[in-house]
């Protein structure tokens, strides 16, 4: 069977298995490619190689892995090892969230128009696999980051990026709880920590049950690891800083419990919501909202 025809059988097989996407695609005809070519190491842009043909080493390894989607709701990203945000390439697996934040068309479009020039020290909060920060890292080749988790598991897969890409001269990991064990001073902090309430957490489709629970739940109706962020990241930050963060689908709550702080929401031509622009002052203005 040529490549394109399995692609076609296998979205067929994915489309009628009720699954759940959003780690990487949002239909089952990306999914099937995105599976059989990141399995096969087949690059994305090869025009040739959907007429290639499968041979019974392929077939195995292709019908193992739909197996694992359909009945163990595992996703594809976590089954391929690989992901691909803001246009980079990472290693991925269940040490860390997929790779899938509305930040990446920030990344793409250098920060603009929040930023006019590239920040110098960067801190990537809540960093899991690292890809936030990374990204940003290729972005701007002066600048030095620091990739901040409390789990060494996500960290250590950080690490992995972080020589994927070669950048271990100015990409460093931190294992902190937040702001625990950090002691420098910031231009730009990104965060997109963990927002989902328990209660929703319980509701969450099975493939996002298969990310670790410490990358999404937290308690407060999914505000407490933002709220602390708001409240402590001024401390953190230059004068001139700016803090970056994602709560995704807790905003309106967020936006209910702060009334009387101007959140700047942005808004994103590729889609994605929650993402939220506070400079330095109005962090310090605004502190006794946050607790």
């Known amino acids: 069977m040529k490549i394109a025809e399995y692609i076609q059988q296998m979205a067929t097989r994915l489309d009628s298995a009720n699954l759940c996407y959003g780690h990487g695609t949002d239909n089952p005809l990306d999914e099937a490619f995105y599976l ?3 399995l096969l190491g087949i690059h994305f842009a090869d025009e040739q190689a959907a007429q290639r043909e499968l041979n019974a080493g392929d077939e195995a390894i292709l019908e193992a892995a739909l197996k694992r989607r359909i009945d ?3 996703p594809t990203a976590y089954l391929v090892g ?7 390439e990472f290693y991925c697996d269940e040490r860390a969230l997929v790779p899938r934040s509305p930040l990446a068309e920030l990344i793409n479009g250098e920060f603009e128009p929040l930023l006019h020039e590239p920040a110098g020290k960067i801190l990537d909060l809540c960093t899991g696999g690292g890809s936030i920060g990374i990204a ?3 972005l701007w080749p002066d600048c030095e980051v620091e990739l901040a988790d409390i789990s060494r598991d996500a960290l250590d897969l950080a690490k992995k990026n972080i020589a994927l890409h070669g950048l271990a001269d100015r990409v460093k990991v931190i294992e902190s709880d937040l702001f625990d064990t950090i002691d420098s001073r910031y231009d730009l902090i990104v965060a997109n920590p963990p927002y989902v309430s328990l209660k929703d957490y319980d509701d969450l489709p099975a493939e996002f ?3 670790p629970a410490l990358g999404l739940i937290s308690d407060d109706a999914g505000l407490q690891i933002p709220l602390k962020i708001l409240r402590d990241s001024v401390d953190y930050l230059s004068a001139d800083g700016l803090l970056v963060m994602e709560v995704g689908y807790s905003h309106p709550q ?3 419990r702060l009334k009387q702080v101007p959140l700047l929401w942005l808004e ?3 889609g994605g919501e929650g993402v939220l622009a ?3 002052g109005q962090l310090q203005q605004y502190r006794e909202q946050f607790n």
């Open 36 to 38: 059989i070519y990141g």
């Open 72 to 74: 163990e709701r595992v």
């Open 82 to 88: 690989r992901a691909w945000f803001a246009g980079h």
């Open 136 to 138: 940003t890292a290729l």
């Open 209 to 211: 049950v298969r990310e």
């Open 254 to 256: 967020l936006s209910k």
């Open 268 to 270: 994103f031509e590729w």
């Open 278 to 280: 506070l400079t330095a």
